[in-house]
C-alpha cells in the first residue's frame, strides 16, 4: 500500500538504533531513547499559497533527515510504524 | 439522511480495525487503539479565501485516507459514528 | 422576543434527543448526552472584512444543522435555551 | 461622570435578574446566575485599521443586548457596576 | 525624573481609593481593592506600522482613564508607584 | 569581549538597586528586588521587514531604560550579568 | 557526517564550561549550568518568503554566539552534541 502525503507533509521511517552497545548488552526496546534520524519515503506536493502558487520542497525520497522529538504523528501503516511530519518539522539534512 | 460539510470539511468514515487477531483471539471494543484510517463520504466545497475566491479540496468522495489521533469532531448520524475534519487534519491518500 | 445576531453569529435552537430508548426505559435528563443537532433560528449579516466587504452567510433559518460539543455560548431567551455560535462551529448541514 | 470608551468598546448596564422567583422565596444575590442581558449606556467610535479607516459599530446606545458570561471587564462608576466590553464580544441585539 | 515612553504606552498614575469609607471606619490598605481609575502622566509617540505610518494616541496627558485590573507593568520611579501600559489597555476616558 | 545583538535585541546592564536603605539596615541580595532600570550596552541594527525594509531603532548605547520584571533573558559575559531584550520590551527612556 | 540545515537553522557547538574553578575545585557535571554560548557550524539557506524571495542568513559558519537557555533541539550526531536552532533564536555574536 502506498501513501500520498497532502500539502507539505513528508513520511518518514524512522532509522533503528542499533540493538547493541559497547560491550555487548543489549539494551531492551523500552529503554532506548528514539532516534531522530530517518529516511523520507514519499514527499507531498508541497504547500498552495493564498494567491494558489505552490510552494516547492526542499527535501525528496531517499533523504536521510534528522528530526525533533516530538515532530509529526505516528502512524502504523501495513504493520510498519511511519511518521508523518510537515517540512518545517525537518531539522536538518545528512550528507 | 444526507450531511452537506461546510468550508473545507470532510465528512469520514472510520475504518473498523479487525476484530480478531493472530490466534484468534477476540480483542473486546475497548481494548482497541482506535483506527487512524478512513474513508471519505462527503467534501465540502473549499474554504472560500477573504478575497473571495474558493480554494478547491484535495481529496474527494470515496478516498482512503489516514488522519491524526485527535483529529476533528466525533458525530452521530442515524446511528452511525462519522468524524467530520477539516482537509487540513488529513495526513494522506492511500493508494 | 427576537434576537439579531451581530455579524456571523447564527442562533441555533438544540433538537431534543428523545426522551424514550428502545425498550422503554425513561432516561433522566442529567444522563443523555447533549445532542449535537440543531435548527437555525436566525442569522447575522455575516462577517464584514477590513476591506469592508460583507462575507455572506452559508447557512439561513430553518436550516438543519450538526456542530460540535463545546459550540457557542448558551443563553436563555423568555425560558428557552438557545446556542449562539458563529458559523464556523457549524459542522455541516443536514439534508 | 460620563465615560468615554476607546475604539470598539461598549459600556454596558447589566439588567439585574428579578428578586423573586414562582411562589415568592427570594433568591439571595449570590445564588442568582448573574443575566446575560444589559442595556448599551455608551459607545466607542469604532476600531480604526491599519489603513486609517474607522469600522463603524453595530450597536447603539439603548440597545438591549445579549453578552457572553465572562464577556469584558467590571467596572465601579459612581458605585454602579458596568461592564465595558469589546463589541465582538456582543452576540445579539433584542428587539 | 521624566519617563518618555516608547510606541503606544502611557504611563498612568493610579487614583488612590479614599481612606475612609462610610460610618467612618478606615480600610486598611491590603484590604483595599485596588483602583482602575487613574490619570496618564506621559504618553508615547503611538505605534509605527510596518508600512512606517505613525499611528495618532487617542489619549494625553492629564487624562483620567479606566483600566482593566491587570492591565500594563507596574513601576516605582523616584518612589512613587505607575503603571505602564498600551493605549489599548485602557477602556474610556473619564469626563 | 563585545558582543553585537542581533535583529532588533538590545543589551541591557541592571542598574544595582542600593544596598542600603533609610535608617542604615543593610539589605540582603536575596531580599532585594530586582531594579527595573538599566542602561543600554549595545543595540542591534533594528528589525528587517519581510519587504526587506530594516525599521530603525528607538534606542540607543547609553539610554537609561525601564523594562518589565521579565524581560528578555539573561547572560553572563565576561562574569559580568546582563540582558539580552527586543526593543519592543523596553517601557520607556528615562530623561 | 555532514548536516545541511532547511530554511533559517543553524546548527550549534555548545561551548563547554571551564571543569575547573577558582580554588581549583572540580564541579561535577550536573551541577554545571549549560553555558549558553557556542559556535555556529553550519548555517541554512535562510527563509524562503511567501513571495519567493529568500531571506538571507545574518551569522556564518564559525561565528560564536550567545543564545537562549531553552533554545532550539538537541540532537547527537556522531556522538557529539549539537543544537539546531532557528537563527532567530541567536541573541548575538561575540567578537
Known amino acids: 500500500m502506498k501513501i500520498r ?5 513528508v513520511i518518514v521511517k524512522r532509522l533503528e538504533a542499533k540493538d547493541v552497545v559497547k560491550g555487548g548488552i543489549i539494551i531492551p526496546d523500552t529503554a532506548k531513547e528514539k532516534p531522530q534520524e530517518g529516511e523520507v519515503i514519499a514527499v507531498g506536493p508541497g504547500k498552495m ?21 516530538y515532530a509529526g504523528t ?5 504493520d510498519e510504524d511511519y511518521i508523518i511530519m510537515r517540512e518545517d518539522d525537518i531539522l536538518g539534512i545528512l550528507e
Open 5 to 9: 502525503p497532502l500539502q507539505d507533509r
Open 49 to 69: 499559497s493564498k494567491e494558489g502558487n505552490l510552494q516547492p520542497m526542499n527535501v525528496k525520497a531517499g533523504d536521510r533527515i534528522l528530526f525533533g522529538k
Open 74 to 78: 505516528d502512524v502504523k501503516i501495513d
